[in-house]
């Protein structure tokens, strides 16, 4: 089982009002945030996931923790609390790419702590973590000591994810990430993410100083332009995206985090010894399958994540 860690939510996208009226704004609910949609991600692609972070007891919490027995993600390390939901607001620009606004302050999906870190078995084959989760608090420090406490123990894959709505502090996310890199055996990142973080930088610089430390693998995904990735042992190499209808790109991030895991699972390589086995072919095939998997979603509005069998 692989565990996934962070944030549940909802995603309200707003819809025209066939009114025409500006004192009216339809929206849409999907259940969604970045922990989540890769844990749900995983189980459509057959792997055994779980989700560790916490949900609200309200109305939203509790169909939250109904799409998750529905898409069988284990329950077993959601904690609840008498808190409300976070809500993030989605208006969906012309290139499909989404600006998030959250209201999330006091609310469930952050109020994990240290005294809330379960125990973790030999079943537990790995751990994701990524998003805001890792930089708001009690959640941030949380996250963080589970991290340190597995490191070298199983695998451990990074998703920055960066969104400054529910963290504005630029420097707050350059420190929580630096420090996560120096654990994690495979990151994924966005062309957006490494912009944001270090715009004075070169990405290829960036990312080959996160190979200096237990990482084996880094993906750098570039939307329409398709990712690249960089091996410690094979060098970077590209691969084009494949071209799609675009409703939006609304987890397509998410779905390219949730399909290297399941490649990596599906071929027995799901450890910190399979990582450091992989050549170059299979890390070329790894690639192209995260690659079709993501483009999939974004012929769907919203986080709506393939299935193996589309695959």
């Not at 799409?67 to 208006?91: C, H, I, N, Q, Y």
């Not at 606004?101 to 379960?118: I, M, S, T």
């Not at 502090?169 to 912009?195: F, G, M, N, P, T």
Request: proline share 5%; hydrophobic share 40%; net charge negative.
């Amino acid at each position: 089982m692989y565990l996934v860690c962070g944030e549940a939510l909802f995603d309200f996208f707003s819809e025209e009002d066939p009114s025409g009226q500006a004192s009216r704004v339809n929206y849409k609910a999907i259940a969604g945030g970045s922990p989540f949609n890769v844990a749900v991600g995983l189980r459509r692609l057959g792997i055994e996931a779980g989700l560790f972070g916490g949900v609200s007891t309200d109305f939203l919490g509790r169909r939250l923790l109904q799409v998750l027995k529905d898409e069988g993600v284990s329950e077993r390390f959601l904690v609840e609390f008498a808190a409300p939901t976070t809500l993030s607001m989605v208006a969906v620009g012309a290139n499909g790419s989404p600006q998030y606004n959250f209201r999330g302050e006091g609310c469930a999906d952050r109020l994990l702590e240290v005294a809330h870190l379960p125990e973790l078995g030999a079943d537990i084959r790995g751990l994701h973590v990524g998003s805001y989760s890792l930089v708001v608090q009690p959640i941030g420090d949380t996250l963080l000591s589970l991290v340190q406490r597995e490191s070298g123990k199983r695998l451990i894959s990074l998703d920055p994810n960066v969104r400054l709505n529910p963290q504005p502090d630029i420097q707050r996310w350059r420190e929580r990430v630096a420090e996560l890199v120096k654990h994690a055996d495979l990151i994924k990142v966005s062309d957006e993410d490494l912009h944001l973080l270090y715009p004075d930088q070169s990405p290829e610089s960036v990312l080959q100083g996160w190979l200096q430390h237990r990482c084996q693998l880094v993906f750098l995904t570039r939307g329409g332009d398709g990712a690249s990735v960089f091996s410690r042992r094979h060098g970077n190499w590209s691969v084009p995206a494949v071209k799609v209808v675009m409703a939006d790109t609304v987890g397509a991030g998410d779905t390219f985090q949730a399909a290297l895991i399941a490649w990596l699972t599906e071929q027995q390589l799901d450890s910190v010894e399979g990582l450091q086995q992989l050549g170059r072919e299979q890390i070329d095939a790894m690639l192209g399958f995260a690659i079709r998997a993501a483009a999939l979603t974004c012929t769907k509005t919203g986080p709506d994540l393939p299935y193996r069998r589309q695959l």
